[in-house]
């Protein structure tokens, strides 16, 4: 049973930063997919970033590149989300997800990912 725990998010001022975590447990970690996405009240989840099972390649969303990055540590079964110079926009629920493609994917649709953490809140204030 495939288990994901996100962690870090909370309350930040306008260009602040916050990391959060993703850990998971139940599987291989190193053999999966992972991505972020967030959905703020009243919108579809949007993708956010995404990593390869061994972190060779890294995907952004249009809006957070150059200021997120994703990273992974395999051994520590961990995934992590930097962001930096938050934006009100930012403010959403923030989730981590698996993906279990062995080759090419859509990392930026959901209907890719097969597990889902419960979210992490990020707020972003002016």
């Known amino acids: 049973q495939v288990q994901l725990v996100e962690s870090g998010g909370g309350l930040v001022q306008v260009g602040g930063s916050l990391r959060l975590s993703c850990v998971a447990s139940g599987y291989i970690f190193g053999t999966f997919n992972l991505g972020w996405f967030r959905q703020a009240p009243g919108k579809e989840r949007d993708f956010v970033a995404a990593i390869t099972y061994s972190g060779a390649e890294t995907y952004y969303g249009d809006s957070v590149k150059g200021r997120f990055t994703i990273s992974r540590d395999n051994a520590k079964n961990t995934m992590y989300l930097q962001m930096n110079s938050l934006r009100p926009e930012d403010t959403g629920v923030y989730y981590c997800?698996?993906?279990?493609?062995?080759?090419?994917?859509?990392?930026?649709?959901?209907?890719?990912?097969?597990?889902w953490g419960q979210g992490t809140q990020v707020t972003v204030s002016s």
């Open positions: 997800a698996t993906n279990h493609v062995s080759g090419s994917y859509y990392y930026y649709r959901l209907s890719e990912y097969e597990y």
